[in-house]
């Protein structure tokens, strides 16, 4: 089995893809060995290195975030062995997505901005590595949740502010802000 890394934009962060399909539709994302039990058997195994600090899990890829004091070099070979270990014995990786798609009700306004969030947003956030999730529009802010590679990612701020919004602001004239939850 082919494992190749890709850098993303957090340095603490690395995209392991594989070439098989992992989960089906959506993501999922693991902070805490605790979170994963019963849920992941990928991120359970992951998080047994005490370097792992989260495991987000993708269709076709594995982004785990690792301690400022581990170095990749070390860290790469490792996680590359767990991967094929595990896809080699379990057929079911991640018992399911935690992703909810966009909700076909509310207004005009919601429903173009979670388009936007949809189409162009979230894939191209994908390729980095993470995800980003609409979590609301309040008084012309929209409310993102960053996960994956993005969540305490040192370039996450301007891409959400020069990015995102920029985006939104262009498409969406009652989008004035938005900010990260």
């Not at 959506?26 to 370097?51: M, Q």
């Not at 979590?135 to 020069?162: I, N, Q, Y």
Request: charge should be negative; proline fraction near 6%.
């Amino acid at each position: 089995m082919t494992i190749y890394t890709e850098v993303t934009p957090n340095p603490a962060s690395l995209k392991f893809v594989v070439e098989t399909i992992l989960l089906p539709t959506g993501t999922a994302e693991f902070t805490t060995p605790a979170a994963a039990e019963g849920k992941s058997v990928l991120a359970e195994k992951l998080f047994v290195y005490p370097f792992v600090t989260n495991v987000f899990i993708g269709r076709n890829f594995v982004t785990v975030t690792k301690t400022d004091s581990a170095r990749w070099e070390d860290v790469i070979p490792v996680v590359k062995d767990e991967i094929k270990r595990v896809l080699a014995e379990h057929s079911v990786v991640v018992a399911g997505s935690d992703y909810v798609a966009p909700s076909a009700e509310g207004d005009a306004i919601v429903q173009r901005i979670q388009q936007i969030i949809e189409e162009q947003v979230r894939p191209a956030v994908a390729m980095d590595g993470g995800d980003i999730v609409y979590e609301g529009f309040d008084e012309g802010t929209v409310k993102l949740r960053l996960r994956g590679s993005c969540s305490g990612c040192p370039s996450s701020m301007l891409t959400l502010k020069a990015g995102i919004e920029g985006l939104l602001t262009r498409m969406v004239p009652e989008v004035k802000a938005v900010e990260a939850i």
